[in-house]
C-alpha cells in the first residue's frame, strides 16, 4: 500500500472532527425544526451537501494539533491491516454457504436498512410531531449521501481489487473497487447519526455501532473486503456522520443565540 494514499486518508477524516465555521451561508440552509414540503428540504439537503463535501477534502488545509492524534492512530491501524492483509483474509475456511451468507448479511445492514431507516425516523417524527426523529432522518440521509459521494472517489483513486477478484488479489491502482468498504461507511454514518442523536439513551450507540459492525464483519466474510477496507470504511462513515451532526448542532447554537440577542 502506498503510505501517500493513507496519508491523505487520514489527514482527510481528521480535519472532519472540527466544527464548521458558523457562516451565513450554512445558515441559510439550516434545517427548521418544523415539517418541510420536498421541495425546500431537497434544496437545503443539496445546499448542505455541498458545503459538507468542500469541508471535507479541504479539511487537510485546516487542521489543528489536537486532530493529529486521529492521523496517527488511523493510519497506523490501517497500515498494520494492509500488511497482514493477505493473511487475516484467510482467517475462515471461505466456503459458497460462509461467503453466501455474508452477502445476505452485508445486503440487509447496508442496503436494504440504511434508507428505511432514515425514512422511517422522518416520517415517524412528521406523524408525531417529533423533532428530534425528524431531524436524525434528515441528517441521516445527508451523511449516506456524503459517505457516496466521499467512497465514488477514494475507490478509483485506490483501485484496490477484491478478496474475491479472478486475478491480482490485493493489487492497488488496477481499476479494483474494493477500499474503503461502501457498506461500512454507509452502516457507520448512519449509526453515528443515531448514536449522536440519541446519546442521552445509553443504550442507543451500543445497538447502533453494533449493527454497523456486524455489517462491516459480513463483508469480511462474504470475501468483498479486507479488514482493512472495513476499518478505512467505518472510520469515513463514523467521521462523516458525526461531522454532519456536529455541524448541524453548531448552527442550530448559533441561530438560537442570534434569535435571543435581537
Known amino acids: 500500500m502506498r503510505p501517500t494514499l493513507i496519508a491523505v486518508l487520514c489527514i482527510t477524516l481528521s480535519g ?13 440552509v439550516f434545517y427548521p425544526g418544523d415539517t418541510e414540503h420536498v421541495i425546500p428540504l431537497a434544496r437545503k439537503l443539496t445546499g448542505n451537501i455541498l458545503m459538507d463535501q468542500k469541508a471535507i477534502w479541504t479539511s487537510p488545509f485546516h ?35 460462509q461467503v453466501r451468507v455474508g452477502n445476505d448479511i452485508s445486503k440487509i445492514g447496508a442496503v436494504y436498512t440504511v434508507i428505511p431507516v432514515v425514512a422511517g425516523f422522518y416520517t415517524v417524527g412528521a406523524m408525531v410531531n417529533d423533532s428530534k426523529a425528524r431531524e436524525t432522518g434528515v441528517l441521516g440521509g445527508e451523511a449516506l449521501l456524503d459517505g457516496l459521494i466521499v467512497q465514488a472517489v ?3 483513486a485506490a483501485g484496490r481489487n477484491r478478496p474475491n477478484a479472478a486475478h491480482d488479489k490485493q ?8 477500499f474503503p468498504s461502501g457498506h461500512t461507511i454507509a452502516a457507520f454514518a448512519l449509526a453515528s447519526v443515531v448514536s449522536h442523536e440519541y446519546s442521552e439513551h445509553k443504550w442507543v450507540p451500543f445497538v447502533a455501532y453494533g449493527l454497523a459492525t456486524v455489517t462491516g464483519a459480513a463483508r469480511f466474510t462474504a ?19 458525526r461531522y454532519v451532526f456536529q455541524t448541524h448542532r453548531d448552527h442550530a447554537r448559533h441561530i438560537h443565540q442570534d434569535e435571543t440577542t435581537r
Not at 80 to 96: K, M, R, S, W
Open 171 to 178: 493489487e492497488w491502482f488496477e481499476g479494483g473497487a474494493s
Open 154 to 156: 477514494l475507490k478509483p
Open 63 to 97: 487542521m489543528d494539533h489536537n486532530a493529529a492524534k486521529w492521523w496517527l492512530v488511523l493510519g497506523a491501524a490501517t497500515a498494520a491491516l494492509i500488511a497482514t492483509d493477505q493473511h487475516t483474509i484467510t482467517t475462515f475456511e471461505n466456503a459458497p454457504t
Open 223 to 241: 470475501q468483498q473486503h479486507y479488514a482493512s477496507d472495513i476499518l478505512a470504511g467505518g472510520a469515513v462513515g463514523w467521521f462523516i456522520g
Open 16 to 28: 472532519m472532527l472540527r466544527a464548521s465555521e458558523q457562516d451565513d451561508a450554512r445558515d441559510r
